[in-house]
Structures are given as structure tokens and as C-alpha cells.
């Protein structure tokens, strides 16, 4: 049984390079993943990818591809020249998108995961959307659909990780965000629960961010997170 810090992933979401490797010197060899988002993406570009695996760390692009299957296919064999170890594209780009993704993948070591309904979405919304079936169910034919497309893993809410956990076949990489320490406001989140409560329910990878980047007490917070077991090899 080991810490769970190897399976922290931190949302670099900085609006540049500079304060994103402040945070990720500060913590130093603590953490070994960090996930690149669309902010940090747009303003740096490939440079920060380099620098973050100068630094031997794991980067997560998180740049949730989402359009016609021809076009993704194109992206990811765009992104497989990075040298990332982690990308998003949406499950409902549906199976034939992330069949392509698969594709454009071709050989890297690229582990591709689909975001099935983000986090920061409610139940309200998905009915609002037209969606009938419940979130869980939802989340789950997302997952069904992207993993026999070819996923390796799916994004979802530490509250639906658990089902999927149990109710899927096979084994499947689960990463989830809306991950907040108990004394933490949500934000914009929706579907939250505690790191704790993430990795008890599955989750193999648990994102954070503003709980970390924005925690005034770093050393604390990791100190904090360091202690939780994570209960499989
Ligand atoms: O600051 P916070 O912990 O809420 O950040 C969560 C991160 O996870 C953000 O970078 C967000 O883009 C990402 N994410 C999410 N929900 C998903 C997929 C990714 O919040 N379903």
C-alpha cells in the first residue's frame, strides 16, 4: 500500500508558464503529474509540455477533443509528437471519434481517456439538455461506449466512480476531478467529494486544483494528501 501522491494529477490552470513551474518547483519532487489544460495550453504551447517533462514530471493534456472523427484522428496524431503521457477527448464525440483518436494515436505511449459529463455539469442541466436517464446512467453508457471505441480509461465525478467500478466489465483507468478537501468551497463544481472518498469509491487518479494551487499552505495540503493510502498496487 503506498501514498497516493503518484496519483494526484494538478490542474495547471495558470494563465501563464511562469507561475504554472513556480507551483510546480515549490512542490518539487513530491508530485509527479500535472495536467495541462486549455489556458495554460493556448498561452504557452509546446514549450510548457517540454519543460514539465525537463522537470520528469507526467503531462496530462487536457485539451477535451471534441469534433468530427477525421479532425480528432488529425489532433491526436498532432499531439503524439508531444511526448505527453495523458490526453481527453469527449465521449460524446461518440465511438467512431475515439476510434480515430486510437488511430491517430498510432504507436505512443498515450494514455487516452473520455470525458464523459463534466463535473462542473448537475443533474438540472442534463435534463435541461433533454437527457432523461439519471446521471449515473448516463455516465455509464458514456463510459460503455468510449472503452469499447478503444478508451484506455474515462473522466467522471467521484460520485458515479464508484458504479462504474462496479457495474462495467474489464478493467478501465478511472480519473476524477471535482476532487475538494472537506474545508473547501466547490466553486463552479458540482459533483464534488473528498480525496479520500474518491479513492475509496476507485478512482485510480484523482484531479486537483484550485484546492492545491490556490492553498496558501502547500506543504500542509500534501502533507494532508500524503497520508491517505491508496489501497491497490
Ligand atoms: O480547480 P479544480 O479542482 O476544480 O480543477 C479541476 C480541473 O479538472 C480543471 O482543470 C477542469 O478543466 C478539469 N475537469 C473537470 N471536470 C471534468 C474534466 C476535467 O473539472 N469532467
Redesign the pocket.
Known amino acids: 500500500m503506498s501514498g497516493i501522491l503518484e496519483r494526484v494529477i494538478v490542474?495547471l490552470?495558470f494563465p501563464d508558464g511562469e507561475s504554472a513551474l513556480r507551483f510546480v518547483d515549490e512542490a518539487g519532487g513530491r508530485l509527479t503529474w500535472y495536467?495541462v489544460?486549455l489556458q495554460l495550453y493556448l498561452s504557452e504551447g509546446e514549450s510548457i509540455v517540454r519543460k514539465l517533462k525537463e522537470r520528469g514530471k507526467k503531462v496530462f493534456l487536457?485539451l477535451k477533443l471534441h469534433d468530427i472523427p477525421n479532425t480528432v484522428k488529425g489532433a491526436v496524431r498532432a499531439i503524439s509528437r508531444l511526448g505527453v503521457d495523458m490526453i481527453t477527448v469527449h465521449a460524446t464525440g461518440g465511438g467512431d471519434m475515439i476510434r480515430a483518436a486510437r488511430e491517430g494515436a498510432g504507436d505512443a505511449d498515450m494514455i487516452i481517456v473520455a470525458?464523459t459529463i463534466?463535473?462542473?455539469l448537475s443533474h438540472e442541466d442534463l435534463v435541461s439538455f433533454g437527457y432523461s436517464l439519471d446521471t449515473v446512467s448516463i455516465v455509464k453508457n458514456l463510459s460503455e461506449i468510449s472503452l469499447t471505441a478503444g478508451a484506455d480509461g474515462i473522466?467522471c465525478s467521484p460520485l458515479e466512480v464508484g458504479y462504474l467500478k462496479n457495474n462495467l466489465n474489464g478493467t478501465f483507468i478511472a480519473v476524477t476531478?471535482?476532487?475538494r478537501f472537506s474545508e473547501d468551497a466547490a466553486?463552479d463544481?458540482k459533483r464534488v467529494s473528498t480525496p479520500e472518498e474518491a479513492i475509496a469509491a476507485g478512482a485510480d487518479y484523482i484531479?486537483?486544483?484550485?484546492?492545491l494551487t490556490a492553498a496558501g499552505n502547500l506543504r500542509e495540503r500534501l502533507d494532508q494528501l500524503g497520508s491517505i493510502p491508496f489501497p491497490r498496487p
Open positions: 490542474a490552470d495536467k489544460g487536457d470525458v463534466l463535473t462542473s473522466v476531478p471535482g476532487i466553486g463544481q484531479v486537483m486544483g484550485r484546492s
